[in-house]
């Protein structure tokens, strides 16, 4: 992706729902994804995230408000989940994947700050590991790309790569930057071969910073 997770956002939505659909989405969501639902038309069920009082911030969903939130819509189309929030919190993806699918919901997830994850045993798991439908992923935001450069990544069969492609076709350029296309492919050779110890290196430094 060239204009960024944002257009990823839009397009996992508008790939999942036509209008009138309702679509479950944490209430802390960024507003990429107010601006999927509004050109979507899906309809939006909003579901309160914890609140962290110590902190002031807000943390993920869990699986008892995401139940909660099903019952109430049963025919709802997709559930959202952030993987992890803007403070990095991640929620425990694989039971909200396994709740949604049960009800034959798809799952699309917003990993603009997750792009580094899979690179590193230490970090959450992301979407595509624990099988939900589709995700966004920041390339740009943590994993070395430039910005505005993202991946929208999609498995499974719940979600045909046709109808995806014909939203990006709707919303995308026809012209994308190879300067930002070759900046993704480099950021991902970087995180294949090195990803590992650069993320290790990182998290001593993190670690460093939080003793200090
Ligand atoms: C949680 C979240 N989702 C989506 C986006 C949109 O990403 P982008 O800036 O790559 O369009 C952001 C950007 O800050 C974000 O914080």
């Known amino acids: 992706m060239v204009n960024g997770t944002t257009a990823g956002v839009q397009a996992m939505i508008m790939s999942a729902c036509e209008p009138g659909d309702k679509i479950i989405i944490p209430r802390n969501a ?5 601006g999927g639902i509004i050109l979507s038309g899906a309809m939006p069920v909003y579901v309160q995230p914890e609140i962290n009082e110590k902190l002031g911030i807000a943390m993920g969903i869990t699986e008892e408000s995401l139940k909660k939130a099903i019952k109430e819509n049963p025919h709802a189309k997709a559930v959202f989940i952030i993987n992890p929030t803007y403070y990095g919190v991640a929620s425990d993806l694989k039971s909200l994947v396994r709740i949604a699918h049960r009800h034959e919901m798809a799952v699309l997830v917003d990993e603009a700050h997750g792009a580094h994850m899979s690179f590193h045993n230490d970090f959450p798991l992301t979407a595509m590991e624990v099988g939900a439908d589709m995700s966004a992923v920041s390339t740009h935001k943590t994993a ?31 012209s994308a930057s190879y300067l930002l296309m070759c900046s993704l492919d480099i950021a991902r050779k970087q995180l294949a071969t090195k990803g590992s110890d650069m993320l290790e290196e990182t998290l001593r430094l993190a670690r460093i910073a939080r003793m200090r």
């Not at 960024?30 to 107010?34: E, Q, Y």
């Not at 790309?145 to 026809?174: A, C, D, F, H, W």
């Open 144 to 174: 070395g790309s430039l910005t505005q450069s993202s991946l929208l990544l999609l498995r499974g069969n719940m979600i045909s790569p046709e109808r995806v492609k014909q939203v990006l076709n709707l919303t995308y350029t026809s």
């Open 30 to 34: 960024h507003k990429s994804t107010i």
